[in-house]
């Protein structure tokens, strides 16, 4: 069973640029979330992909949007990059529909650090 | 008002000690409870999932849910050294959208 990868690993960009981030999700998953961890806090919400469509969505600017490919796979797209961006960007991917419903598998993450 | 809090720590305690984590949350619409460890730098790892109130155990980890009193707990039995790390909290009510506390740094001494 492949778990939950994430890349690149780490990122560095300049304001007011455009980034863009990719998960795989573990094996036989079918849901895909983003989540913003900044240092010293918990994960944020972003959003969820479910069956290529968007599923839920936390409070985040349009400028965060996402996109999932039909092997589950996912993007996760920043336009406009701000300072307050920097953080490590996590997927969590998890199946729903398949007994085990919402337990949420994380990847490693990406940090992204905006100059 | 935050919908979960989860006292930051840090948390230090001797190897073999019982340790209590814990989280309150303002929505009683929450139904799914997990548990994540997260070591530094790494993504959170999930230990323990619970729908609904009650009590869940896995090896020397137990998970309590009280859904009157809006409190989640994680016991950790005979911690190790290995347990040390930051501790997630995690809470859903409609098992997409989930909302996490800050998490609690554990430091077992050897």
């Known amino acids: 069973e492949t778990g939950v990868t994430q890349s690149p690993t780490h990122l560095i960009k300049t304001r007011g640029q455009q980034v863009t981030l990719r998960c795989s999700s573990q094996?036989?998953?079918?849901?895909v979330s983003w989540y913003q961890q900044a240092l010293g806090q918990g994960p944020q919400f972003i959003f969820q992909y479910y069956r290529e469509e968007e599923n839920g969505r936390g409070n985040f600017p349009p400028r965060f949007s996402g996109l999932q490919f039909p092997n589950y796979s996912s993007e996760l797209n920043v336009n406009a990059l701000e300072l307050d961006d920097s953080a490590l960007y996590l997927c969590?991917?998890?199946?729903?529909?398949?007994?085990?419903?919402?337990?949420?598998?994380f990847g490693p993450g990406t940090r992204l650090t905006v100059l | 008002q935050k919908e979960v809090e989860q006292d930051p720590g840090p948390l230090s305690v001797p190897e073999g000690a019982i340790v209590s984590l814990n989280c309150t949350y303002s929505n009683s619409a929450f139904q799914y409870f997990m548990w994540y460890r997260q070591y530094s730098r790494k993504g959170p790892e999930l230990l323990m999932y619970t729908y609904s109130s009650g009590n869940k155990e896995d090896g020397r980890f137990t998970a309590q849910v009280d859904k009157s009193s809006k409190y989640i707990s994680l016991f950790i039995r005979d911690s190790q050294p290995s347990d040390s790390a930051t501790y997630l909290c995690a809470m859903s009510a409609t098992g997409n959208q989930f909302y996490f506390g800050t998490g609690t740094s554990l430091t077992v001494i050897p």
């Open positions: 094996s036989g998953h079918n849901t």
């Open positions: 969590a991917s998890s199946l729903v529909g398949g007994g085990w419903d919402n337990e949420q598998f």
